[in-house]
């Protein structure tokens, strides 16, 4: 690997694979080694090395907030949630309810516990973006939610969600694409969000094999629009050169009787689990991407088939690493990083680690090590960076939610199944900007619940000058030294906007430190992982 | 550190959406009725809706008359738009008919403010939200012909104020550098007291302007914080205005309220999803889309109504989405993805009580790939013809380069 230049960089690398900087992280790293490049290399493996990715100290914070949820089986998670709640459709009090009001609290009560499981999870999420030593880990399952995204607050998709969480994306996060890949496609929350769970030979519905090919495997960038399949030529590599509207409906074919177990037509089973249903099944041969799969296979098998053919087909190795890349790099990563990865990714297809091997490479490679398109935070890595920093007690209340999803992203939240964007532009638009501005004032101002702040030890009661309260916050929050405009910005607000270095008076101590830090996560070097 | 839970507008309200910092919608009570016809009207204000998710035209408005009602009916034995029962469409021409859930626009429609654009679609065809939706946004033939907006090229000639309402800028605006004001939402703003809020946006000002740093974006939601304030909006948060709940009312009333009181504004976009309607569409009676269709067909003549009474701007909406649907439905009730689509227009500028554009027809041989209402008219040309409006002496290639116009639609009356 390259060697790296100096200790800002090796800040700013921890700041771009972390949910953010703070003493702690930065204390270990320095204590792994004599220069940055040792202590690299050995953060990197360190990292991407744990039998389970379980931080004990996470879990017990976890445990105190009753989110015994967390572990209850598929089957339980239906059970307790879904049906549970569909049956108190049927109870008095909302089929003849006597007023209006108890009508509402019905319907709240049948809905909290619809998505309980979701909440859990969203909470549990934050708890470990914010305190899980973890860190590269938790944001590689965060890269593979939004690359599977499903909406989780609905009753039919709160509790498999969960379960994608915990069953597939936990577990293989750092491991198998195609593993992972078919995993996913027999979740049932992804094949009710994208509609596969009603998709049978009689007429096939193609919501799910469009978004298949356009958003988990070869990506729009390979859609070749309505071409008629026999005009789409096939590379020297033996590859066609992207897929057409004819590979997407024989995928649809694919995947019919591909449902969940839910009791509906034509099923007694009701476990909410997955459920192969072979009179649903299209049985006759399909072509997809110029590949033959032929009739009356196996159970499964024409749908497994397909995600053989997309997973080894280059365009995808190159669709997930201009992702992976877009993530880790730069909203706008070389095409020579994205395709030396992609060849790599596709060499290790069938490794057990092959996202773990290919994470080495990119955080190895000269263009992540050298890289200054600083990435911009969305709200959620913004959000926790702040925590990370200043709430190291952070637990995260109901208000604390609903203020942070304000900024337009909320975890598995995200409505359309492309999932939140990976780039800076819509999160800079000034109405984004400035909602994530007020709820960090009012987190730092002690008015989100859950989130009590930790002033940093350097930050002496005795200590009342503007400048040096001011030096010592910048400090503390940004890690780096002032530049001189900044520090000179920084002491006008501790005093109140008069240029003056007296001792601020202790009745306006308070105030004035919360005005100080709050500059500092609103500052453009807080919005970005520099 | 003290706690303090008890201020005003903390979180007071639930959700993404919740709207307090409007006027009271004083349309008809406290304002002077004037009719359109009375007030002097010298500026333009563009409205563009973007029904995102494929809008399923063929659900909107239907065709009553043969050759096209048969394979209509054979296509949508669940999901079509019927002529009789309790839900039977509304007619609008000798052929073509409105769905009933739609019903407040008909009037509309009949006192001539309203009309529609047949079979509009792209020039390379998509069925991909993906693709498409980047293609209209970027008023593009293909990918990679531009890195900016429709509309942020139309600004860059024709600056004004523009508002866009969403929770993110929309990529039509992509690369504009004009200040947006966008929705306000409950306590669109700073926290803290007035003279907390005015020391840090100097001292924000301060930082984002050094020359080190590419910190636009910062300058331009402080500028939109200054732009709120020159509204001059009288105070409102004591005075909640009684505004209708649910995401699409929400958003057209705060078009509505900008309009109204912000004297420069020019252009408004929204962005609405909700129309991808794979399963159980719903297209009749209590179904989802038919619930979809009437709130927004609501939302649109309250915006109409408001905006006609109570400015004094030509106010013109378009509405339109990436595709249509497919003609046939699937077993889920449903439909897919598709082609040409219809465009709504609305205003007292638009050409209305009729439909525009070549309608090609439902029988089999017409079909874009025998599946999908064709396209007759590049969508690019509709929205060509409504930016004119602001600027008459706008070229087509001023904004879409220079590929091919398609034929002129006529859409809009001259001043």
Same mark, same amino acid.
């Given at each position: 690997?390259?060697?790296?230049?100096?200790? !800002?960089?090796?800040?700013?690398?921890?700041?771009?694979?972390?949910?953010?900087?703070? /003493?702690?992280?930065?204390?270990?790293?320095?204590?792994?080694?004599?220069?940055?490049?040792?202590?690299?290399?050995?953060?990197?493996?360190? @990292?991407?090395?744990?039998? !389970?990715?379980?931080?004990?100290?996470?879990?017990?914070?976890?445990?105190?907030?009753?989110?015994?949820?967390?572990?209850?089986?598929?089957?339980?998670?239906?059970?307790?949630?879904?049906?549970?709640?569909?049956?108190?459709? @049927?109870?008095?009090?909302?089929?003849?309810?006597?007023?209006?009001?108890?009508?509402?609290?019905?319907?709240?009560?049948?809905?909290?516990?619809?998505?309980?499981?979701? /909440?859990?999870?969203?909470?549990?999420?934050?708890?470990?973006?914010?305190?899980?030593?973890?860190?590269?880990?938790?944001?590689?399952?965060?890269?593979? +939610?939004?690359?599977?995204?499903?909406?989780?607050?609905?009753? &039919?998709?709160?509790?498999?969600?969960?379960?994608?969480?915990?069953?597939?994306?936990?577990?293989?996060?750092?491991?198998?694409?195609?593993?992972?890949?078919? @995993?996913?496609?027999?979740?049932?929350?992804?094949?009710?969000?994208?509609?596969?769970?009603? !998709?049978?030979?009689?007429?096939?519905?193609? !919501?799910?094999?469009?978004?298949?090919?356009?958003?988990?495997?070869?990506?729009?960038?390979?859609?070749?629009?309505?071409?008629?399949?026999?005009?789409?030529?096939?590379?020297?590599?033996?590859? =066609?050169?992207?897929? =057409?509207?004819?590979?997407?409906?024989?995928?649809? &074919?694919?995947?019919?009787?591909?449902?969940?177990?839910?009791?509906?037509?034509?099923?007694?089973?009701?476990?909410?689990?997955?459920?192969? +249903?072979?009179?649903?099944?299209?049985?006759?041969?399909?072509?997809?991407?110029?590949?033959?799969?032929?009739? +009356?296979?196996?159970?499964?098998?024409?749908?497994?088939?397909?995600?053989?053919?997309?997973?080894?087909?280059?365009?995808?190795?190159?669709?997930?690493?201009?992702?992976?890349?877009?993530?880790?790099?730069?909203?706008?990563?070389?095409? =020579?990083?994205?395709?030396?990865?992609?060849?790599?990714?596709?060499?290790?297809?069938?490794?057990?680690?092959?996202?773990?091997?290919?994470?080495?490479?990119?955080?190895?490679?000269?263009?992540?090590?050298?890289?200054?398109?600083?990435?911009?935070?969305?709200?959620?890595?913004?959000?926790?960076?702040?925590?990370?920093?200043?709430?190291?007690?952070?637990?995260?209340?109901?208000?604390?939610?609903?203020?942070?999803?304000?900024?337009?992203?909320?975890?598995?939240?995200?409505?359309?199944?492309?999932?939140?964007?990976? =780039?800076?532009?819509?999160?800079?638009?000034?109405?984004?900007?400035?909602?994530?501005?007020?709820?960090? @004032?009012?987190?730092?101002?002690?008015?989100?619940?859950?989130?009590?702040?930790?002033?940093?030890?350097?930050?002496?009661?005795?200590?009342?000058?503007?400048?040096?309260?001011?030096?010592?916050?910048?400090?503390?929050?940004?890690? &780096?030294?002032?530049?001189?405009?900044?520090?000179?910005?920084?002491?006008?607000?501790?005093?109140?906007?008069?240029?003056?270095?007296?001792?601020?008076?202790?009745?306006?101590?308070?105030?004035?430190?919360?005005?100080?830090?709050?500059?500092?996560?609103?500052?453009?070097?807080?919005?970005?992982?520099? | 550190?003290?706690?303090?839970?008890?201020?005003?507008?903390?979180?007071?309200?639930?959700?993404?959406?919740?709207?307090?910092?409007?006027?009271?919608?004083?349309?008809?009570?406290?304002?002077?009725?004037?009719?359109?016809?009375?007030?002097?009207?010298?500026?333009?204000?563009?409205?563009?809706?973007?029904?995102?998710?494929?809008?399923?035209?063929?659900?909107? *408005?239907?065709?009553?008359?043969?050759?096209?009602?048969?394979?209509?009916?054979?296509?949508?034995?669940?999901?079509?738009?019927?002529?009789?029962?309790?839900?039977?469409?509304?007619?609008?021409?000798?052929?073509?008919?409105?769905?009933?859930?739609?019903?407040?626009?008909?009037?509309?429609?009949?006192?001539?403010?309203?009309? %529609?654009?047949?079979?509009?679609?792209?020039?390379?065809?998509?069925?991909?939200?993906?693709?498409?939706?980047?293609?209209?946004?970027?008023?593009?033939?293909?990918?990679?012909?531009?890195?900016? #907006?429709?509309?942020?090229?139309?600004? $860059?000639?024709?600056?004004?104020?523009?508002?866009?309402?969403?929770?993110?800028?929309?990529?039509?605006?992509?690369?504009?550098?004009?200040?947006?004001?966008?929705?306000? %939402?409950?306590?669109? #703003?700073?926290?803290?007291?007035?003279?907390?809020?005015?020391?840090?946006?100097?001292?924000?000002?301060? *930082?984002?302007?050094?020359?080190?740093?590419?910190?636009?974006?910062?300058?331009?939601?402080?500028?939109?914080?200054?732009?709120?304030?020159?509204?001059?909006?009288?105070?409102?948060?004591?005075?909640?205005?009684?505004?209708?709940?649910?995401?699409?009312?929400? $958003?057209?009333?705060?078009?509505?309220?900008?309009?109204?009181?912000?004297?420069?504004?020019?252009?408004?976009?929204?962005?609405?999803?909700?129309?991808?309607?794979?399963?159980?569409?719903?297209?009749?009676?209590?179904?989802?889309?038919?619930?979809?269709?009437?709130?927004?067909?609501?939302?649109?003549?309250?915006?109409?109504?408001?905006?006609?009474?109570?400015?004094?701007?030509?106010?013109?909406?378009?509405?339109?989405?990436?595709?249509?649907?497919?003609?046939?439905?699937?077993?889920?009730?449903?439909?897919?993805?598709?082609? #040409?689509?219809?465009?709504?227009?609305?205003?007292?500028?638009?050409?209305?009580?009729?439909?525009?554009?070549?309608?090609?027809?439902?029988?089999?041989?017409?079909? %874009?790939?025998?599946?999908?209402?064709?396209?007759?008219?590049?969508?690019?040309?509709?929205?060509?013809?409504?930016?004119?409006?602001?600027?008459?002496?706008?070229? %087509?290639?001023?904004?879409?380069?220079?590929?091919?116009?398609?034929?002129?639609?006529?859409?809009?009356?001259?001043?």
């Amino acid at each position: 690997m390259a060697t790296l230049p100096m200790s !800002n960089n090796a800040l700013s690398l921890l700041s771009r694979v972390t949910y953010g900087l703070n /003493q702690e992280l930065v204390q270990a790293f320095l204590s792994l080694g004599k220069d940055d490049t040792e202590r690299w290399k050995k953060f990197v493996d360190d @990292q991407l090395s744990s039998a !389970n990715f379980i931080d004990e100290k996470v879990e017990k914070k976890i445990a105190t907030l009753d989110l015994k949820v967390l572990n209850k089986p598929l089957n339980q998670l239906w059970r307790e949630h879904n049906l549970s709640a569909r049956a108190m459709r @049927q109870t008095p009090a909302e089929k003849a309810p006597s007023t209006k009001k108890e009508l509402r609290a019905a319907r709240r009560e049948r809905r909290d516990l619809a998505l309980e499981p979701v /909440q859990v999870l969203e909470a549990a999420t934050w708890i470990r973006m914010v305190h899980s030593r973890w860190q590269v880990y938790e944001r590689m399952v965060e890269f593979w +939610h939004d690359h599977f995204n499903i909406f989780g607050y609905e009753q &039919r998709t709160a509790p498999g969600l969960l379960a994608l969480n915990r069953d597939a994306i936990r577990p293989m996060a750092l491991g198998n694409f195609r593993a992972l890949l078919g @995993q996913a496609c027999r979740n049932p929350a992804l094949l009710y969000y994208l509609d596969n769970a009603y !998709n049978q030979s009689s007429n096939p519905n193609e !919501n799910f094999s469009r978004e298949l090919f356009e958003l988990h495997t070869l990506g729009a960038e390979n859609y070749l629009g309505t071409l008629d399949r026999e005009s789409v030529e096939k590379g020297r590599d033996g590859f =066609v050169a992207g897929y =057409v509207d004819g590979d997407v409906y024989e995928s649809a &074919r694919a995947f019919t009787g591909w449902r969940v177990a839910d009791g509906s037509v034509g099923l007694d089973k009701n476990t909410g689990e997955f459920h192969y +249903h072979e009179p649903w099944h299209d049985r006759f041969q399909k072509i997809v991407l110029g590949q033959k799969i032929p009739e +009356h296979q196996a159970p499964l098998k024409d749908g497994e088939d397909v995600l053989n053919a997309l997973s080894a087909h280059p365009g995808t190795a190159r669709h997930l690493m201009r992702k992976l890349c877009r993530r880790f790099v730069s909203d706008t990563p070389t095409e =020579v990083l994205v395709n030396r990865l992609a060849e790599f990714w596709l060499s290790r297809k069938d490794s057990p680690t092959q996202i773990k091997d290919t994470l080495l490479q990119l955080f190895y490679s000269k263009e992540f090590l050298e890289g200054k398109d600083f990435k911009f935070k969305r709200p959620v890595d913004y959000f926790a960076s702040l925590l990370r920093i200043l709430s190291p007690d952070f637990s995260p209340s109901e208000k604390f939610i609903q203020a942070t999803q304000k900024s337009g992203q909320r975890l598995f939240g995200w409505k359309t199944p492309d999932g939140p964007p990976d =780039v800076s532009a819509p999160w800079q638009s000034p109405q984004s900007l400035i909602d994530r501005w007020r709820t960090a @004032q009012q987190i730092i101002r002690q008015e989100v619940p859950g989130c009590p702040i930790k002033w940093p030890d350097t930050l002496k009661v005795s200590e009342t000058s503007p400048q040096i309260l001011s030096k010592v916050l910048f400090e503390a929050i940004l890690m &780096r030294e002032p530049d001189k405009q900044f520090l000179e910005t920084l002491t006008l607000l501790a005093a109140g906007g008069r240029r003056t270095q007296t001792a601020l008076p202790t009745e306006l101590l308070e105030e004035r430190i919360q005005l100080v830090a709050e500059l500092c996560v609103l500052s453009p070097e807080f919005q970005v992982r520099s | 550190m003290k706690n303090n839970y008890t201020r005003r507008d903390f979180l007071a309200a639930s959700g993404a959406l919740s709207v307090s910092f409007f006027l009271p919608r004083l349309g008809n009570t406290i304002q002077p009725q004037a009719s359109a016809n009375l007030v002097e009207r010298n500026r333009h204000v563009l409205v563009a809706v973007f029904l995102r998710g494929g809008f399923d035209g063929l659900g909107f *408005i239907c065709p009553t008359q043969a050759p096209d009602r048969a394979p209509y009916e054979a296509a949508r034995p669940n999901i079509g738009v019927p002529l009789s029962g309790n839900d039977a469409a509304l007619p609008l021409t000798e052929s073509f008919a409105l769905n009933a859930a739609a019903k407040p626009l008909l009037p509309i429609f009949q006192q001539k403010q309203m009309a %529609f654009v047949h079979a509009c679609g792209l020039v390379t065809p998509s069925r991909s939200h993906f693709a498409a939706q980047s293609l209209v946004d970027l008023g593009s033939t293909r990918p990679g012909e531009f890195n900016s #907006g429709w509309l942020s090229r139309f600004l $860059k000639a024709h600056p004004c104020r523009t508002a866009a309402i969403g929770a993110l800028k929309p990529a039509s605006l992509l690369g504009s550098d004009e200040p947006l004001v966008l929705p306000r %939402f409950k306590g669109l #703003g700073l926290d803290g007291s007035p003279k907390q809020q005015r020391l840090m946006r100097t001292a924000l000002r301060n *930082i984002y302007s050094r020359p080190q740093d590419d910190a636009r974006y910062g300058i331009a939601a402080l500028n939109m914080l200054d732009e709120i304030e020159n509204l001059a909006l009288p105070s409102l948060a004591k005075n909640l205005p009684d505004l209708p709940s649910g995401e699409i009312p929400q $958003k057209f009333a705060l078009a509505a309220e900008l309009i109204k009181h912000d004297k420069k504004l020019g252009l408004v976009t929204l962005d609405i999803g909700g129309w991808d309607t794979h399963r159980q569409q719903g297209t009749t009676g209590e179904g989802y889309f038919a619930k979809q269709l009437a709130t927004l067909s609501t939302a649109l003549a309250d915006l109409h109504k408001e905006t006609l009474s109570a400015t004094d701007a030509w106010v013109t909406t378009i509405v339109f989405s990436e595709f249509g649907r497919r003609l046939k439905e699937n077993a889920s009730r449903g439909s897919d993805h598709g082609h #040409g689509n219809l465009v709504m227009l609305m205003g007292s500028k638009v050409k209305g009580g009729q439909f525009h554009g070549q309608w090609p027809g439902l029988i089999h041989e017409k079909l %874009f790939e025998r599946a999908d209402l064709a396209a007759t008219s590049d969508l690019r040309q509709v929205f060509f013809e409504f930016l004119k409006l602001r600027a008459p002496q706008l070229q %087509f290639t001023d904004v879409f380069g220079k590929s091919i116009a398609s034929a002129q639609l006529d859409l809009f009356h001259r001043d």
